[in-house]
């Protein structure tokens, strides 16, 4: 038997007295309370038995037991999820700001750190395509990808330890990597979730992009003194953390690609001008 | 009647499959499908159920539609995309675990437990 308007009043303001505060859960808790009331209504049972008997099947201080645990889940997973997402995302920063600090650091063995660092991203790509591209695979594929080209037709002694043209070798990292994923995986789901998270969140091509900040960061103070590029790429580093923080914690899709932007903008023009006034007054250092 | 710890290790398992099999759902409509489909074997309760559909839609796993029934709004619950997939993901690795645990617990096929 449906209920009536004012029926329906009454569980309302019983649900609200009974602390239910979280609007979603009102909803969700009177659409419950009148189904459980009506199936019994339909048996003859009376109004105020049934409700009765509704609220009794929820257990004492039920509904406030329902509320809380909504609560705790909710604010557990958001704190589970925030610490993960923001550990993820800014893994592959932290690795190419360390292959940065040690390019430029007098550090003995320092090709040993870098291939390193290196070998870890393309690991990184590795488990994000077996993992179906989750975001923090995107400045890592984007980084992966475009280093690979440009150690193939860029002479680059800091990286590759030698003044040759890699040529199509400078792409067996990648080709190994790629291997290896599909034969982990052996079908097409990732590829698949590639192009559907693209098209949930188109986004994540410029989070992808970013990933290559950092390396143009660097190129913008080759040669620099290492002393003077020191503050500079630390500063950077967290500039560029920082947009991928705010990219990261933003539900908005202005708000991320404005971080983004702003951070990518900024640390661009901070190493322009930081790279410039170097070569401006070396001869007076 | 299985203990609440049993269910509450699949209840999300459970909701992505449902929601999977059918367009969209309410929250009682899940509780007596379940009930239903598990001869009462399985008894969702509200405490849990709840909490794991609010999570769900926390992770975009499940969206939600409110419609106007007459006298009171419903709210259904239905899969993402993301949701989609993870239910997909979420029955292989448990139709994977039973035959992990069938192993380990030395199951006969008809699961009764042997124990030699």
Redo the contacts between chains.
């Keep these: 038997m ?4 004012s029926q ?1 009043e009454f569980i309302k303001k019983e649900i609200r007295r009974r602390g239910i505060k979280m609007k ?2 009102q ?6 309370i ?3 009331i009506e199936e019994q209504t339909k048996n003859g049972t009376s109004f105020e038995r049934a409700y009765e008997n509704a609220i009794k ?3 004492e201080n ?1 509904l406030e ?2 509320q809380n ?2 609560n ?3 604010i557990k ?2 704190l589970v ?1 925030t610490a993960q997402r923001i550990f993820q995302g800014f893994m592959p920063f932290i690795i190419l700001g360390f292959i940065w600090l040690i390019i430029l650091l007098p550090v003995n063995q320092s090709g040993v750190f870098l291939s390193v660092g290196l070998l870890f991203m393309f690991v990184l790509f590795t488990i994000g395509w077996i993992k ?1 591209f989750p975001y923090w695979a995107f400045p890592v594929s984007c980084f992966v990808v475009l280093i690979s080209v440009y150690a193939m037709s860029v002479s680059s002694p800091g990286l590759t330890g030698s003044r040759e043209l890699l040529g199509f070798k400078a792409l067996i990292p990648l080709v190994i990597s790629i291997f290896i994923a599909i034969a982990f995986t052996r079908s097409t789901w990732p590829l698949k ?1 590639l192009v ?1 998270r693209i098209k ?1 969140d188109w986004t994540l091509l410029v989070f992808a992009f970013y990933g290559f900040l950092p390396v143009m960061l660097m190129f913008l103070f080759d040669e620099v003194n290492w002393r003077y590029e020191l503050p500079f790429a630390l500063g950077l580093i967290i500039l560029v953390l920082v947009g991928a923080y705010i990219y990261m914690k933003s539900s908005k899709k202005s708000i991320k690609i404005l971080s983004l932007a702003i951070a990518a903008i900024l640390s661009v023009t901070i190493a322009i001008i930081g790279s410039l006034y170097y070569w401006d007054n070396i001869f007076q250092m | 009647m299985y203990s609440q710890e049993l269910i509450k290790g699949t209840l999300q398992t459970i909701i992505l499959k449902l929601l999977s099999e059918n367009e969209r759902m309410y929250g009682y409509e899940i509780t007596r499908k379940v009930k239903e489909i598990t001869k009462k074997k399985i008894n969702i309760t509200e405490g849990a159920l709840y909490p794991a559909l609010h999570k769900m839609v926390a992770n975009n796993l499940l969206q939600t539609e409110t419609v106007n029934i007459g006298k009171r709004i419903r709210k259904y619950y239905s899969l993402t995309n993301d949701g989609t997939n993870t239910a997909q993901q979420k029955v292989a690795e448990f139709a994977d675990f039973l035959k992990t645990m069938s192993g380990l617990l030395n199951l006969k096929p008809n699961f009764q437990i042997s124990w030699i």
């Design positions: 449906d209920l009536s308007i329906i979603s859960l909803e969700d808790l009177l659409d419950h009148c189904c459980l099947q929820f257990g039920g037991k329902v645990e909504t705790i889940s909710l997973n958001q999820m179906g979730q559907l949930n």
